[in-house]
Nanobody, 126 residues
Framework: QVQLIESGGGLVQAGGSLRLSCAAS?????????MGWFRQGTGKEREFIAA????????YYADSVKGRFTISRDNAKNTVYLQMNSLKPEDTGIYYC??????????????????WGQGTQVTVSS
């Protein structure tokens, strides 16, 4: 099993920043995993936010967050991060960390990810 635990969510005013963390626990090691962040707003389906290749050499972002969010990974800490700056009310939602072993053809595709965390709530007030 791949066990992922998100943290760092909370309530923030528009224009503020948050850093989300996704830590792998137990015997799970993320060094060989493609990692992604997805968001589910109220009444919405889960949507792609950001992803990073298992090598760390490539990153991908949804158009809505590009230039504001940064995904990174620290394999030594067995953790992936999502730095969120210039937050907007539309960024509100539950943020999920996801993992897929090895390389994937389309890192924006939710179906490419096999393992998911339970999510952390981010609320951005206007």
């Amino acid at each position: 099993q791949v066990q992922l635990i998100e943290s760092g969510g909370g309530l923030v005013q528009a224009g503020g920043s948050l850093r989300l963390s996704c830590a792998a626990s137990g015997r799970t090691f993320i060094s060989s995993y493609t990692m992604g962040w997805f968001r589910q707003g109220t009444g919405k389906e889960r949507e792609f936010i950001a992803a990073i290749s298992w090598t760390g050499g490539s990153t991908y972002y949804a158009d809505s967050v590009k230039g504001r969010f940064t995904i990174s990974r620290d394999n030594a800490k067995n953790t992936v991060y999502l730095q969120m700056n210039s937050l907007k009310p539309e960024d509100t939602g539950i943020y999920y960390c996801a993992a897929a072993w090895g390389a994937r053809t389309n890192l924006r595709d939710m179906g490419q990810y096999e393992y998911w965390g339970q999510g952390t709530q981010v609320t951005v007030s206007s």
